[in-house]
């Protein structure tokens, strides 16, 4: 199963702003900011980098769904589902 990158914009945006928020991570440990600043930041990312996974196995179940021949892949989409859970 492929994904189209059209399908995929909105897992992309929030994976990029989850790229931004552990660059600025990075520079807050490199600054020596406050730990509860750094942290709360870096549970962010983490969310942002969870709910782009999950938009990712919603779109590859639907097109599993759709299709005719899906008994394997949606073993694999169930594997993928659980690794993020």
Do not use: Y
């Amino acid at each position: 199963m492929h994904l189209e990158a059209d399908e995929m914009k909105p897992a992309i945006n929030r994976l990029k702003r989850a790229q931004g928020q552990l660059n600025a991570v990075i520079r807050m440990l490199e600054e020596g900011t406050d730990c509860k600043v750094v942290v709360t930041q870096l549970a962010a990312a983490s969310k942002a980098i969870d709910r782009a996974g999950f938009s990712i196995i919603a779109t590859g179940l639907e097109l599993c769904l759709a299709s005719e021949d899906s008994t394997a892949d949606r073993a694999d989409l169930e594997k993928l589902f659980l690794s993020l859970a």
